[in-house]
């Protein structure tokens, strides 16, 4: 049975990468690691894509003029590897979405969009302010990525208690197990075609 040629994006320590490694090695998901970019030399995620074998491209947004042409050298990479879906695994670049690409990118935030989402938004920052908020609830989502910060359609989401004694580390921890757990599962739909959309509504067929 053919495989999910897919891509994986990063910019750190490659925690996303890891855990899609170690469920594809389980059996768990349909995917073949064509290539993953960085945006950074010198980091964890780098290694770990080295150590699996997979082809790396690595581009540092300072070499480019512009987004626009940023985008398109990174995105031609992504076709010369014959990806048809992009997985971004805490790349903290903004990228533009090119047409051919723009229902074939997601990304994991750790909030329940449109709570805690948008520019500035990321790590810790989302935690605390849903602990300041009040909320007694918070998950992530996974979603499209379009042309701006955590704004695509969402495709899944997972929810949390936020406890009364709470950190921002301790909500963090948690929040990543439910992204460690749902973001596998939403590529293993695309890998089994389930997932449809129309406008804003996605859903995954049974």
């Not at 499209?144 to 910060?149: G, I, P, T």
Request: aromatic content about 10%; charged content about 20%.
């Amino acid at each position: 049975m053919s495989k999910l040629p897919i891509v994986v994006m990063i910019s750190g320590g490659g925690t996303t990468l890891r855990n899609l490694l170690e469920y594809q090695r389980r059996g768990e998901l349909d995917v073949e690691f064509v290539g993953v970019i960085s945006n950074r030399s010198q980091v964890a995620g780098v290694e770990i894509a080295r150590n699996a074998n997979i082809p790396l491209g690595i581009f540092p947004r300072k070499k480019y003029e512009s987004d626009e042409v940023y985008s398109q050298v990174v995105f031609d990479q992504v076709r010369q590897w014959g990806a048809d879906l992009v997985v971004m695994g805490g790349f903290l670049q903004h990228i533009l979405i090119p047409d051919d690409f723009a229902l074939r990118t997601i990304n994991i935030h750790p909030s329940l969009i449109p709570a805690f989402s948008g520019h500035g938004f990321y790590g810790q920052h989302v935690h605390q302010a849903a602990i300041e908020y009040g909320v007694k609830l918070s998950g992530c989502t996974v979603h499209f990525v379009d042309n701006q910060f955590d704004h695509g359609a969402v495709i899944a989401q997972r929810s949390c208690p936020v406890a009364a004694d709470d950190t921002w580390q301790t909500l963090q921890q948690r929040v990543f197990q439910l992204e460690c757990e749902l973001l596998p599962e939403v590529v293993q739909h695309f890998a089994k075609n389930r997932v449809r959309v129309d406008g804003r509504r996605v859903w995954i067929e049974k």
